[in-house]
């Protein structure tokens, strides 16, 4: 079989390859080993409730810049809800609920202002909290540099961040973002989220949540448009090898037997993939887990849409009810995630589900008279690439030795930890790469 352009992998990254080829007038052709495209990223109903459930609550910010784009292309952008500003609802373990939120206001008077009045703290750590913002904007090739040898435990240190500082506000946004343990993770590209979402324009800072599930949201509207395009897409193809000739992708066999022979690849394959059927090796990585928890329960108790919570195994709570358009039958629909889940991943669900009820009871003391009804927990042991300065020096352009293949994936040098933007943002850059080659 012949093919103009395939990618490996239909996950985000290759998704948005696809797109952008596609719409340049490519013939695409999308190879995944699932029996759905979406890699990751992909939402489903429970049988039990009707609910759709993720697989991790995924909240976008104003500033990703290129997943807006992809969404807008594939038509679903109009099912963000957005704030005028980021808006953090975090729980403090002695003061109780308190806001850490970024207004509308000039820069950088926006950002003090949310430091100043972020009240889970001192008066005196809410003014260290400055160092931080004035640290942000002093930008050079040196400064990256100095940073790409710290990790975020580290940079906060030499900011003078305090313990109360670290635990109650750095830690629990870098920790999302990162998904990794801050004495682990890259103060660099912890730096530049923090960049993007604050020392941007006003609406890079906007928190964008989805009110779909993931698959309705990134994946089912992309398969169709690529489908208008005539893209080809081959499910439940395991790809066993890749073969090289003059320095060119020769041919991809897949296990079934059936060989392609591309003019263009793109793989979008997770970096452990792709060492499996093209040695050398572009990038041997670690990887950190996501634990997330999904329950329902008889009855309403939180008010909040999204609440951080400061101190406990949950880190980031989610009332699914507020979120969501349309509902299941049971009133009340909770989603919680863990990241950087070393520990968490090892626990069972059952023992995951009685110190997420104990913690809920502790953040809403309503929730103890509430029946729980359902139970879900998905572990992803390998959810992203751990973004670590190790890891980071390791992380491979889009560009190869090989003529005709380009590389695509969070896990590729995009500039930011493993995100949903850097996903799209590496699929893109591969669809522009090869869209000008024969």
């Given at each position: 079989m012949r093919a103009d352009v395939v990618i490996l992998g239909g996950g985000?990254?290759?998704?948005?390859?696809?797109?952008?080829?596609?719409?340049?007038?490519?013939?695409?052709t999308i190879v995944d080993q699932a029996p759905r495209l979406g890699g990751r990223c992909y939402s489903y109903v429970d049988r039990v409730t009707g609910d759709v459930v993720d697989n991790g609550q995924h909240v976008l910010i104003g500033a990703y810049h290129q997943t807006l784009r992809y969404l807008d292309e594939i038509g679903t952008r109009g099912f963000l809800r957005s704030s005028p500003g980021l808006r953090l609802m975090m729980h403090h373990p002695a003061k109780g609920f308190c806001r850490f939120e970024v207004r509308p206001l000039p820069r950088p008077f926006h950002l003090t202002a949310a430091m100043l009045r972020y009240s889970a703290l001192s008066l005196k750590d809410r003014t260290s909290l400055l160092r931080v913002g004035f640290d942000l904007q002093r930008r050079s090739a040196d400064r990256d540099t100095m940073l790409g040898r710290l990790t975020i435990d580290q940079w906060l240190t030499r900011l003078n961040q305090s313990a109360e500082a670290k635990r109650s506000l750095w830690h629990p946004?870098?920790?999302?973002?990162?998904?990794?343990?801050?004495?682990?993770?890259?103060?660099?590209?912890?730096?530049?989220?923090?960049?993007?979402?604050?020392?941007?324009?006003?609406?890079?800072?906007?928190?964008?949540?989805?009110t779909i599930g993931q698959t309705e949201l990134y994946v089912t509207p992309a398969q169709d448009l690529l489908s208008q395009r005539g893209a080809k897409i081959l499910l439940n193809a395991d790809v066993q090898q890749m073969k090289a000739k003059q320095g060119r992708i020769d041919r991809i066999v897949l296990r079934n037997g059936k060989v392609i022979v591309p003019s263009l690849v793109v793989s979008a394959l997770p970096a452990y993939a792709l060492e499996r059927i093209l040695p050398p090796v572009y990038a041997k990585l670690s990887y950190a887990p996501i634990v997330s928890i999904h329950l329902w329960f008889d009855r309403?108790?939180?008010?909040?849409?999204?609440?951080?919570?400061i101190g406990t195994m949950l880190q980031w709570i989610f009332n699914r009810r507020l979120l969501l358009d349309g509902a299941g039958d049971s009133p009340s629909f909770i989603s919680a995630v863990i990241s950087g889940a070393y520990d968490?991943?090892?626990?069972?669900?059952g023992e995951l589900v009685k110190i997420s009820r104990e913690e809920l009871s502790t953040l809403f003391p309503e929730s103890r008279n509430a029946k729980l009804l359902h139970a879900v927990?998905?572990?992803?042991?390998?959810?992203?690439?751990?973004p670590t300065n190790d890891n980071n020096e390791r992380r491979p352009g889009t560009k190869t030795s090989f003529e005709n293949l380009a590389l695509a994936g969070d896990w590729t040098d995009t500039g930011l930890p493993a995100t949903i933007e850097g996903a799209v943002m590496s699929g893109y850059a591969a669809a522009s790469l090869l869209a000008e080659q024969s």
């Amino acid at each position: 079989m012949r093919a103009d352009v395939v990618i490996l992998g239909g996950g985000l990254s290759g998704l948005a390859a696809a797109i952008g080829l596609s719409a340049r007038g490519r013939a695409v052709t999308i190879v995944d080993q699932a029996p759905r495209l979406g890699g990751r990223c992909y939402s489903y109903v429970d049988r039990v409730t009707g609910d759709v459930v993720d697989n991790g609550q995924h909240v976008l910010i104003g500033a990703y810049h290129q997943t807006l784009r992809y969404l807008d292309e594939i038509g679903t952008r109009g099912f963000l809800r957005s704030s005028p500003g980021l808006r953090l609802m975090m729980h403090h373990p002695a003061k109780g609920f308190c806001r850490f939120e970024v207004r509308p206001l000039p820069r950088p008077f926006h950002l003090t202002a949310a430091m100043l009045r972020y009240s889970a703290l001192s008066l005196k750590d809410r003014t260290s909290l400055l160092r931080v913002g004035f640290d942000l904007q002093r930008r050079s090739a040196d400064r990256d540099t100095m940073l790409g040898r710290l990790t975020i435990d580290q940079w906060l240190t030499r900011l003078n961040q305090s313990a109360e500082a670290k635990r109650s506000l750095w830690h629990p946004i870098a920790i999302s973002v990162m998904n990794e343990l801050p004495e682990h993770a890259s103060a660099l590209l912890f730096a530049r989220s923090l960049r993007a979402a604050f020392l941007g324009t006003k609406s890079d800072s906007a928190i964008l949540i989805p009110t779909i599930g993931q698959t309705e949201l990134y994946v089912t509207p992309a398969q169709d448009l690529l489908s208008q395009r005539g893209a080809k897409i081959l499910l439940n193809a395991d790809v066993q090898q890749m073969k090289a000739k003059q320095g060119r992708i020769d041919r991809i066999v897949l296990r079934n037997g059936k060989v392609i022979v591309p003019s263009l690849v793109v793989s979008a394959l997770p970096a452990y993939a792709l060492e499996r059927i093209l040695p050398p090796v572009y990038a041997k990585l670690s990887y950190a887990p996501i634990v997330s928890i999904h329950l329902w329960f008889d009855r309403h108790f939180m008010k909040e849409p999204v609440v951080g919570s400061i101190g406990t195994m949950l880190q980031w709570i989610f009332n699914r009810r507020l979120l969501l358009d349309g509902a299941g039958d049971s009133p009340s629909f909770i989603s919680a995630v863990i990241s950087g889940a070393y520990d968490a991943v090892k626990l069972s669900k059952g023992e995951l589900v009685k110190i997420s009820r104990e913690e809920l009871s502790t953040l809403f003391p309503e929730s103890r008279n509430a029946k729980l009804l359902h139970a879900v927990v998905i572990k992803e042991k390998r959810a992203t690439f751990s973004p670590t300065n190790d890891n980071n020096e390791r992380r491979p352009g889009t560009k190869t030795s090989f003529e005709n293949l380009a590389l695509a994936g969070d896990w590729t040098d995009t500039g930011l930890p493993a995100t949903i933007e850097g996903a799209v943002m590496s699929g893109y850059a591969a669809a522009s790469l090869l869209a000008e080659q024969s």
